[in-house]
């Protein structure tokens, strides 16, 4: 796509970044990262939206504090057959990141009894 597009030097890691941050890949893992998460810590549909919709623009924001840097770089200096590992080993920080932003939430007293009597 770069090519037939007329990419070259410096555009070439500057129109990846952009694709990848705007275009197909942030918004969608993101959205998922937190369903997950959400379903993962026993909330409904609902609690899994309203997850989303309260933290998705601020994680978007975070993630592209962190990965454009790391893409740019990524693009521009290493070779291509090495760029999906850097991309995976990069991608372990991410995760903990949002694992420490978002850890999970703490149980009320009350739910904690739902499940105790179950």
Same mark, same amino acid.
């Not at 090519?3 to 555009?11: A, I, N, P, Q, S």
């Not at 959400?38 to 609902?46: E, R, S």
């Not at 933290?55 to 070779?79: E, G, K, R, S």
């Given at each position: 796509? @770069? %090519?037939?597009?007329?990419?070259?030097?410096?555009?070439?890691?500057?129109?990846?970044? /952009?694709?990848?941050?705007?275009?197909? !890949?942030?918004?969608?893992?993101?959205?998922?990262?937190?369903?997950? #998460?959400?379903? #993962?810590?026993? #909330?409904? #549909?609902?609690?899994?939206?309203?997850?989303?919709?309260?933290?998705? !623009?601020? @994680?978007?924001?975070?993630?592209? @504090?962190?990965?454009?840097? %790391?893409?740019?770089?990524?693009?521009? /200096?290493?070779? &291509?057959?090495?760029?999906?590992? &850097?991309?995976?080993?990069?991608?372990?920080?991410?995760?903990?990141?949002?694992?420490? !932003?978002?850890?999970?939430?703490?149980?009320?007293?009350?739910?904690?009894?739902? %499940?105790?009597?179950?």
């Amino acid at each position: 796509m @770069t %090519v037939k597009g007329g990419f070259t030097g410096l555009h070439i890691p500057v129109f990846k970044t /952009f694709m990848e941050q705007f275009v197909y !890949w942030s918004w969608f893992s993101n959205s998922l990262y937190h369903g997950a #998460m959400g379903a #993962m810590q026993g #909330m409904n #549909m609902t609690q899994i939206y309203d997850r989303i919709a309260d933290v998705l !623009w601020d @994680t978007q924001v975070a993630q592209w @504090t962190f990965w454009i840097p %790391v893409q740019l770089l990524n693009f521009q /200096f290493v070779p &291509v057959r090495h760029q999906l590992n &850097v991309v995976l080993l990069t991608s372990i920080a991410w995760t903990a990141l949002l694992s420490a !932003w978002y850890p999970p939430e703490e149980k009320s007293d009350e739910e904690d009894k739902k %499940v105790d009597k179950a």
